[in-house]
């Protein structure tokens, strides 16, 4: 009989310790609390986190250090003026037999280039021809070279824009030296 009221207080008093502590109310303490209630953070919104500890707003640890570029950007020289253009027709492509590849440049032509100025480059792609854009020259018609081809893929001429967020620089002297071979079939 003993064992039996031993075995009854004993859980009696595990169940009091188990269940005591329990309160619907009050939820219980959470690790990570951040996990179940996040910290909304409203899209371009400022930040703190570079503050200083006398509450002034400081943007400088936000901006580059002056004077610098960002990796694997090469700097083109021209100016996008039409002094530039001018001073672009005299430029040669930098690339060699090796890095010169016709096929890559075909295939960055049809990418990029063709809805407007055609397979051919006679200025009939698709867009002209559903009358999107107007006004796209024949590579014929046009005194090109190829830096004045690369200076307009650069910086961009009239309505067509610039790819130079698109393709690199070595990319943009391939489809300009694809263009050359183009007008030369023309």
Not at 34 to 39: A, F, P, Q, T, W
Not at 130 to 159: C, M, Q, W
């Amino acid at each position: 009989m003993r064992r039996v009221v031993y075995s009854l207080t004993a859980l009696m008093g595990l169940s009091s310790l188990l269940f005591s502590c329990k309160d619907d109310q009050k939820p219980n303490y959470q690790f990570f609390p951040n996990m179940y209630e996040s910290v909304a953070y409203e899209t371009y919104s400022e930040s703190d986190a570079f503050n200083s500890p006398n509450g002034l707003k400081r943007k400088e640890g936000q901006l580059p250090a002056e004077g610098t570029i960002k990796r694997g950007f090469e700097v083109y020289d021209l100016p996008n003026t039409p002094e530039g253009y001018e001073a672009s027709k005299s430029l040669q492509s930098p690339l060699d037999s090796l890095s010169s590849n016709m096929e890559k440049g075909k295939e960055l032509y049809n990418i990029y280039c063709l809805s407007c100025h055609g397979d051919k480059g006679d200025g009939k792609g698709k867009l002209v021809q559903r009358e999107k854009f107007l006004g796209v020259p024949s590579y014929k018609d046009r005194a090109i070279t190829v830096g004045t081809v690369f200076h307009v893929e650069t910086y961009g001429l009239n309505a067509m824009g610039s790819h130079a967020n698109q393709l690199s620089k070595k990319e943009r002297w391939q489809v300009a030296e694809y263009v050359m071979k183009l007008k030369s079939e023309l």
